[in-house]
């Protein structure tokens, strides 16, 4: 069955960078498009981008450029995301999502990673 | 951006029809999807492109819609449907979610 595992919380300082990893199974990664997104606790779902893991071509929300990067390794399955210049603003849940291809939903979700931007 | 706008929290009894609204500031189409989200939870798919039931969602869920109003119905409601509902549209190229619709139980 299809999984999506999420790397853990993190606790970082402002300034800092974190590489957050979704480690996929139980489908064909290499053909197959990931989404992130940010969630503050209690708030909406923002969409930071999309990657095809085919060629690692990429899509991002105009609001993310510059602070989210998108990779893919698919030897391992895994697609990663590197957010930089934290600030206390990123503090919140991301998480990755399997898309479907042909009507663009995101039909598996991981199940998260906390990331807390703190002095 | 399209904006997708939803109804309010609500709150049903057991075993009642409720309806949950999203309205587009712009026409989706049918590209329009919905998710419930329990705390500390993930998304699941319930519903994608208006009506279609995602796999291995329960037939108390049901979509319709087109255009800029889409409703996501479910009855009769169980006390596991006490969650927040959000509607997505892929329509455009910035995929985008409304506010959510907190759904409690009496």
């Known amino acids: 069955q299809v999984k999506l595992q999420q790397s853990g919380a993190e606790l970082v300082k402002p300034g800092a960078s974190v590489k957050l990893s979704c480690k996929t199974s139980?489908?064909?990664?290499?053909?197959?498009?990931m989404s992130w997104f940010k969630q503050i606790p209690g708030q909406s779902i923002e969409w930071i981008g999309m990657?095809?893991?085919?060629?690692?071509?990429?899509g991002y929300n105009q609001k993310f450029k510059g602070k989210a990067t998108l990779t893919v390794d698919t030897s391992s399955s895994t697609a990663y995301m590197d957010l930089s210049s934290l600030t206390t603003e990123d503090s919140a849940v991301y998480f990755c999502?399997?898309?479907?291809?042909?009507?663009?939903?995101?039909?598996?979700w991981g199940p998260g990673t906390m990331v807390t931007v703190s002095s | 951006d399209t904006v997708l706008t939803q109804s309010p929290a609500l709150a049903v009894s057991p075993g009642e029809r409720v309806s949950i609204s999203c309205r587009a500031s712009?026409?989706?189409?049918?590209?329009m999807h919905w998710y419930q989200q329990k705390p500390g939870q993930q998304p699941k798919l319930l519903i994608y492109?208006?009506?279609n039931l995602a796999s291995g969602v329960p037939a108390r869920f049901s979509g319709s819609g087109s255009g800029t109003d889409f409703t996501l119905t479910i009855d009769p409601v169980e006390a596991d449907d006490t969650a927040t509902y959000f509607c997505?549209?892929?329509?455009?190229?910035?995929?985008?979610f409304g506010a959510g619709t907190k759904l409690e139980l009496k």
């Open positions: 492109k208006a009506s």
């Open positions: 997505q549209q892929s329509w455009n190229d910035l995929y985008t």
């Open positions: 999502a399997r898309m479907a291809t042909t009507d663009w939903y995101f039909d598996f």
């Open positions: 712009e026409g989706v189409n049918s590209y």
């Open positions: 990657i095809y893991a085919g060629d690692g071509g990429t």
């Open positions: 139980g489908y064909t990664f290499s053909t197959s498009y």
